[in-house]
T-cell receptor, first 116, second 113 residues
């Protein structure tokens, strides 16, 4: 089975622009989560989608949004980019996802975003 | 509030040494799962093990072993006979519901030949 794929792998943007990142989960996985990793804040949860519905959201401003399509692929969008948004954005997928299903999540290679 | 603590920032060992990584998870929940992930220099997080909060029995899988001590909320992860390829940052992360992992700050493991 192919793993989680994320595109693009690297991205350079300037302040004020917006960006869209894409994630394709492992085939058959319906839950997709997004995380941000920075040297200062570490790994932080952004949001989780299951069956096209956002079920959980981390403590990020409204500039960060996402969506999930019927084929479980997901996108996240960051509008009005700030320098502090420079980070590695990781996507993870999981096969089953109840409130507390405790399934392991499989991570993609990430998209490294640099905001100048 | 839930809190994940990985007190060890960096550990350096020589190949073939055993190494234990510590993780403390403070929470009011009585049932939860905690995961260990490894992040090599390539950046991709790799799932290692999953452990629940209601089983204190030690478990072993290959060179990895782990145990949970309920009294101290400690999930410790041990690598036996470390190898250079084990060099990475190791994160513990409880699942707090709806696939939300709360990551610790990580422990960087350096294994030298």
């Amino acid at each position: 089975k192919a793993g989680v794929t994320q595109t693009p792998r690297y991205l350079i943007k300037t302040r004020g622009q917006q960006v869209t990142l894409s994630c394709s989960p492992i085939s058959g996985h319906r839950s997709v989560s997004w995380y941000q990793q920075t040297p200062g804040q570490g790994l932080q949860f952004l949001f989780e989608y299951f069956s096209e519905t956002q079920r959980n959201k981390g403590n990020f401003p409204g500039r960060f949004s996402g969506r999930q399509f019927s084929n479980s692929r997901s996108e996240m969008n960051v509008s009005t980019l700030e320098l502090g948004d420079s980070a590695l954005y990781l996507c993870a997928s999981s096969p089953l996802a109840g409130v507390k299903s405790y399934n392991e999540q499989f991570f993609g290679p990430g998209t490294r975003l640099t905001v100048l | 509030a839930q809190k994940v603590t990985q007190a060890q920032t960096e550990i350096s060992v020589v190949e073939k040494e055993d190494v234990t990584l510590d993780c403390v998870y403070e929470t009011r929940d009585t049932t939860y799962y905690l995961f260990w992930y490894k992040q090599p220099p390539s950046g991709e997080l790799v799932f290692l093990i999953r452990r629940n909060s209601f089983d204190e029995q030690n478990e072993i899988s290959g060179r990895y072993s782990w145990n949970f001590q309920k009294s101290t909320s400690s999930f410790n992860f041990t690598i036996t006979a470390s190898q250079v390829v084990d060099s990475a940052v190791y994160f513990c992360a409880p699942d707090t519901g709806f696939q939300k992992l709360v990551f610790g700050t990580g422990t960087r493991l350096l294994v030298s030949p």
